[in-house]
């Protein structure tokens, strides 16, 4: 059965939180201040909106939406211990619940930056400690070894594979393509998804490159890197054989192309990176824990370079040995690591 919508949209708002919420997020005319959430990046903004229509639902729901209060009044301790009894009883896990209190603590405090919000402070720190993985994720943490060694072996097999159609073919060659790099350089899954060509992706006379803008990146640094020499045949046989298949005459700088010849998802690249993998592996890797699994195996094959994967991570375990770095530091760090991963490529393996 299909569960009943429970954030409330924009338009259903209180007019109060609606105007807070628009002046927050709206740059400041001539003398007058930006909104504080004008920096955010868009996956933040639309994660934050989405989390705070979920918590007027929940208080619409019981009747607790006074539309003439200040949102941060409607903030008390029954309210809050009720909405985490509301989400516990939609099967929601102790990291979601989490993360939705402390994006409705963003809310509030870029809405009313001169209100008292302690009390979601305390209760964000609170349930942060008492989080709880609901999935031994170490135990599905491959070596990136193994993981590269699969993948070019599936790249390598799928020219040779019996498909359903030649665009069937060019999908999973298209798959076994994200999982390598995955395997290289792991990225987050909004960049993997979002690379396009000429912007992201980019053609030196030394080969290919990938470039980010720092307003792409979670940590708010630009991020540049050689795409993995040991892919480069791949690549192009994915550039000049498989995506035009896949685009049907479409055209569109992105690099990954659905089989409807239009930008992969991040759902989509999601989806089909855990299917594949579980295939090759016996396990489903999803884009995510690739991030795991490189920085598993440099602390295990290389712990001196520990905080090289950091640059590439931006990973909240790693943050604090990181957080004084300076930005020359950082990508420093970045070249190491991708030195190390260059090594891996060239030699078939760690040494």
């Known amino acids: 059965m299909k569960r009943e919508r429970s954030a409330l949209l924009l338009p259903e708002w209180p007019s109060t939180d609606r105007s807070l919420w628009l002046t927050a997020n709206s740059q400041g005319g001539f003398l007058e201040p930006d909104g504080k959430a004008v920096h955010w990046r868009e996956a933040t903004r639309k994660e934050v909106f989405k989390r705070y229509g979920l918590w007027l639902g929940f208080l ?11 949102p941060t ?7 809050l211990k009720g909405y985490l009894l509301w989400l516990e009883a939609r099967g929601n896990a102790s990291t979601t619940i989490s993360t939705t209190i ?6 509030l405090r870029v809405m009313e930056p001169d209100a008292d919000i302690t009390l979601l402070d305390d209760l964000t720190k609170t349930l942060k400690v008492r989080e ?41 060659y298209r798959d076994g393509l994200v999982v390598a790099f995955l395997s290289c350089r792991p990225v987050r899954l909004s960049n993997v998804t979002s690379m396009c060509l000429g912007k992201h992706m980019l053609r030196s006379n030394d080969g290919w490159y990938c470039r980010f ?4 990146m979670k940590d708010n640094l630009s991020l540049d890197f050689p795409f993995p020499k040991r892919l480069e045949p791949y690549l ?26 239009t930008p992969m998802s991040k759902q989509s690249v999601y989806c089909n990176t855990c299917s594949l993998t579980e295939e090759l592996y016996g396990k489903h890797v999803n884009p995510h824990l690739f991030r795991d699994c490189a920085a598993t195996t440099f602390a295990t094959e290389d712990p001196e370079h520990i905080l090289a994967i950091g640059r590439i991570l931006g990973h909240a375990s790693i943050n604090t040995s990181i957080r004084h770095y300076n930005q020359s530091q950082m990508i420093a760090a970045a070249d190491v690591y991708h030195q190390v991963m260059s090594d891996l490529e060239s030699d078939g393996g760690w040494s």
């Open 60 to 70: 619409s729901s019981a009747g607790l939406l006074n539309a003439a209060s200040r």
């Open 73 to 79: 009044d409607r903030v008390t301790e029954a309210s």
């Open 236 to 261: 192009e046989t994915y550039l000049d054989e498989y995506r035009p298949l896949l685009l049907r005459g479409r055209e569109t700088p992105d690099i990954w192309i659905s089989a409807r010849g």
């Open 102 to 107: 402390r994006n409705l603590r963003e809310a």
């Open 213 to 216: 803008e720092a307003e792409e």
């Open 132 to 172: 709880v993985p609901v999935r031994d994720k170490h135990a599905r943490v491959v070596h990136v070894d193994t993981l590269l060694t699969g993948a070019l072996a599936f790249l390598d097999e799928v020219p040779e594979r019996s498909y359903f159609s030649r665009l069937h073919q060019a999908g999973k």
